[in-house]
């Protein structure tokens, strides 16, 4: 099934997100706030900023103490650059991977620490807000039979 | 003096059905289940936080009764290859069931005579003309919605008791795909409410009929349970029968089980069902020999445990070159069907192609693998957003089932050094592909590629032969079939050796053919309730 690729995946993340640990703690050592994390997440996700219960169990699953300090600076850069420079400027910070694995946790709503995954939303992860023709699977879709047009 | 008059062994859908009937003839009924009662709204909360959204992952893992898991396919089984055995089911109230497509199609009448129609294989003891009344018993009992006018096949006597399930949006591009090909798509009939029926609500389209339906639009095994408790059934959850006693007449005397707590019970009765599913029976089986039954109950024929097959399926995915709006409706609701039987069975499988209606999730974890994919890649913002869309609205998937041959090496036993947690033995398997299925498997790449192509796909994915998938069709275990010399059950399920046990479900199948086996399940059961009844009044 999806095991290996999933695993794979995840644990190439986290061997990433964790090397960049050190370099990233020795640039700030600034604690980022619910809000900001919310807003930070916000910029990269490109949706509104989510209700408090999902921002906090996201940074609760995320912001593990690896992560901290690599987040503050980056909610610093991606508050401060123009976002057309956006790509450019992560990656010369080394941001980019972090950035990469907040997009992917809001929006498959799994997060991944090392070998370790979990998942933190499921309704409310943003792939489904993205698939803007459906809902998430086991929620109720509509009346019988609404399957058989195309989405208006 | 007995417990019971009967006593059945497993609450699935055979189980559950027979209990039913019988209880409401005024049989006073145990049913003995290895599992637990299931409470839906956890069942369903825990498919929202299962990491890896395998079938089994909105159920418990009881140790004292465990179940397989799709992901890890040496937890509880053990496997002695060369091929790893890659179907499961649930021990729970209710059954397998609670996580089962929907999809309850009936055999063809070829299906039955594979051996003297085809040289392959073996014959049923009944023929197609023999089941169907029970058929359409099983169709309005368990509530099915088709198109009454399109057989599929297999001629039938009395319409679907509910209008069909609409095709998705999906289903009629995929119908369009295949336009100029030998291969039909048509709509599959569905053990799914289409309108209320039987105090169940018509289908919403959750999305998630594996691994659970969260409103029972779908049906499972506990809907007759209740009614067989209603009618005066006993059901006894979490009671794992361990041991068959076999009395001096050859008769079967008593079941006995044991706890979660390790500690033990035993019921006696006038007759014995088990439909404990077709790992669990042979297992039981093999493991109550003893003097009167020194090869294990039911066993003359050195059958049981053998012949065990599945559909194996040959997974095809692809992005379709236009949206086709996947991850809405009923996981599948549409098929080809039309390939099934022909003369061709000589020499490759019957084989029929489900059309899913859940993007790539089976083959790939999607969409959510498909997010951390497309981050990965440093897409944020509106591109992300895009991305997703674009993606997974064009996700196609097509997984053929295909027919196996009963091979008597394939093979579940018990194995006594490897046990769980209240000392039994765990199933250990010998299981391998033969060239026949491997053909069938080469021919569905062949069909889907095709298809793929019409629909001017990219991104096209053939899973190789061995990354074969198991359709959750335990097939095989105990067969039926006209003499004790080359079978375990006879045609009304009773066993050769013991004419007070019965066995139900697809352990009898004799062969497979390549429809979901629910239905065949379904009416065989209720055509044995006569039989059982009868051996009650003798």
């Known amino acids: 099934m999806t095991v290996d690729r999933r695993t794979l995946l995840q644990a190439l993340s986290g061997v990433v997100a964790g090397a960049l640990a050190p370099l990233a703690l020795a640039q700030t050592s600034t604690a980022l706030t619910?809000?900001?994390?919310?807003?930070?997440?916000?910029?990269?996700?490109?949706?509104?900023?989510?209700?408090?219960?999902?921002?906090?169990?996201?940074m609760r699953a995320f912001a593990t103490p690896a992560r901290r300090a690599s987040l503050a600076t980056l909610a610093q850069v991606v508050a401060t650059t123009p976002p057309s420079d956006l790509d450019a400027a992560l990656k010369a910070r080394k941001l980019d991977v972090i950035a990469n694995d907040l997009v992917a946790a809001w929006y498959s709503g799994v997060v991944t620490n090392g070998s370790k995954s979990q998942v933190v939303l499921y309704a409310d992860a943003l792939m489904w807000s993205a698939m803007t023709y459906t809902k998430p699977m086991g929620v109720c879709g509509g009346v019988t039979g609404y399957w058989a047009d195309p989405p208006s | 003096m007995v417990d019971a008059d009967v006593v059945v062994v497993g609450a699935g859908v055979a189980g559950a059905l027979v209990a039913s009937r019988l209880a409401a003839a005024g049989v006073k009924v145990i049913v003995l289940e290895a599992g637990p009662r299931v409470d839906r709204g956890h069942a369903v909360i825990q498919f929202y936080d299962a990491l890896v959204k395998v079938p089994e992952c909105a159920y418990p893992n009881a140790a004292y009764a465990p179940h397989p898991r799709s992901d890890d396919l040496d937890f509880y089984y053990v496997q002695t290859g060369p091929e790893k055995f890659a179907s499961t089911y649930l021990r729970q109230v209710g059954g397998t069931t609670w996580h089962f497509l929907g999809t309850f199609l009936r055999l063809v009448p070829d299906d039955f005579r594979l051996a003297s129609r085809f040289g392959r294989g073996v014959d049923w003891p009944i023929d197609y003309g023999a089941l169907e009344p029970w058929y359409c018993d099983a169709e309005s009992e368990v509530g099915v919605a088709g198109d009454s006018a399109e057989d599929l096949g297999s001629p039938r006597s009395k319409p679907f008791p509910m209008p069909q399930i609409a095709m998705t949006y999906l289903d009629r591009q995929v119908a369009a795909g295949f336009a100029g090909t030998p291969y039909e798509v048509r709509t599959t009939p569905q053990a799914r409410n289409s309108v209320v029926r039987d105090n169940r609500p018509p289908c919403c389209g959750n999305s998630s009929c594996i691994p659970v339906c969260p409103i029972q639009a779908k049906y499972d095994g506990t809907v007759h349970v209740a009614k067989a408790e209603a009618a005066g059934a006993k059901l006894m959850a979490q009671s794992v029968v361990n041991f068959l006693e076999v009395g001096a007449d050859g008769r079967i005397v008593a079941a006995r089980y044991k706890r979660p707590d390790g500690s033990a019970g035993r019921v006696t009765a006038k007759a014995f069902v088990l439909a404990a599913h077709a790992m669990e029976i042979p297992k039981l089986l093999l493991m109550s020999k003893q003097a009167r039954a020194p090869n294990g109950v039911a066993n003359t024929s050195d059958q049981v445990g053998r012949n065990l097959m599945d559909h194996p399926i040959q997974l095809s995915y692809a992005l379709t070159g236009a949206p086709v709006w996947p991850y809405r409706g009923p996981l599948s609701t549409s098929g080809v069907e039309n390939s099934r039987s022909g003369d061709w069975r000589a020499t490759r499988p019957s084989f029929r192609i489900e059309i899913g209606n859940d993007g790539w999730s089976w083959p790939t974890g999607a969409p959510s693998d498909d997010a951390e994919a497309l981050a990965a890649q440093g897409l944020r913002g509106k591109a992300m957003q895009?991305?997703?869309?674009?993606?997974?609205?064009?996700?196609?998937?097509?997984?053929?089932?295909?027919?196996?041959?009963?091979?008597?090496?394939?093979?579940?036993?018990p194995d006594d050094t490897k046990r769980d947690a209240l000392g039994l033995p765990r199933p250990r398997i010998a299981y391998k592909l033969d060239e026949y299925t491997l053909a069938g498997l080469a021919f569905a790449r062949r069909v889907h590629e095709d298809a793929f192509v019409r629909m001017k796909s990219t991104h096209i994915h053939h899973n190789a032969d061995s990354e074969f998938q198991g359709a959750g069709h335990v097939l095989g275990t105990a067969r039926m079939g006209r003499d004790s010399k080359s079978a375990v059950v006879d045609a009304d399920l009773r066993a050769f050796d013991h004419p007070n046990l019965f066995i139900e479900g697809s352990a009898v199948f004799p062969t497979g053919g390549s429809a979901n086996p629910t239905l065949t399940i379904a009416a065989l059961a209720l055509r044995s309730v006569d039989a059982i009844r009868k051996t009650l009044a003798a």
């Open chain 2, 386 to 413: 895009q991305a997703m869309l674009d993606r997974t609205s064009r996700e196609l998937r097509f997984g053929t089932l295909t027919e196996q041959l009963p091979d008597p090496a394939n093979r579940i036993v």
């Open chain 1, 34 to 58: 619910a809000a900001q994390f919310g807003k930070l997440s916000a910029a990269l996700t490109g949706y509104p900023e989510a209700d408090a219960d999902a921002v906090g169990k996201m």
